[in-house]
């Protein structure tokens, strides 16, 4: 049994299988969802997730926090302690992330996110504070 080299299109550029498989099956850096004020103001932090869409986020801590996706009870998957909080400061103030700032019309909360940035299509998301459908211009 002999190995084949396999070109693809034109005879420069081959792709041989056993020595050019991807090193890993994600290779995009994961992107984190935030929404809160800045997380150098002393609050408290956790990583939420939306308990119908499996949709993990972090967002301050309060008594009851709903999810931005569809407006229900959120889960606390636990508290954010350092060296993570660390990671959410460089987040927010990473000019990459798109950060926009958002007032809720319904419990008059400011606050920033970048979840509507990285969930291109979804024009429906909801406060995290009181749950209310939030509009976006």
Known sequence: MSMKLILGFGGGGGYYPYTQKPADYQPYRPVYLFRGPP???GFSYGLFEDPDLNRQYYADMGLEIFSPFTGKPANLLYEVEPPED?????LYEDQETDMELVKCPHCSSDYRQNIRH???????????RCGGKLQFK
């Open 118 to 128: 990285h969930m291109k299509g979804r024009d429906q998301l909801f406060c995290h």
């Open 39 to 41: 997380p150098d103001a």
């Open 86 to 90: 660390r990671k959410l400061v460089e």
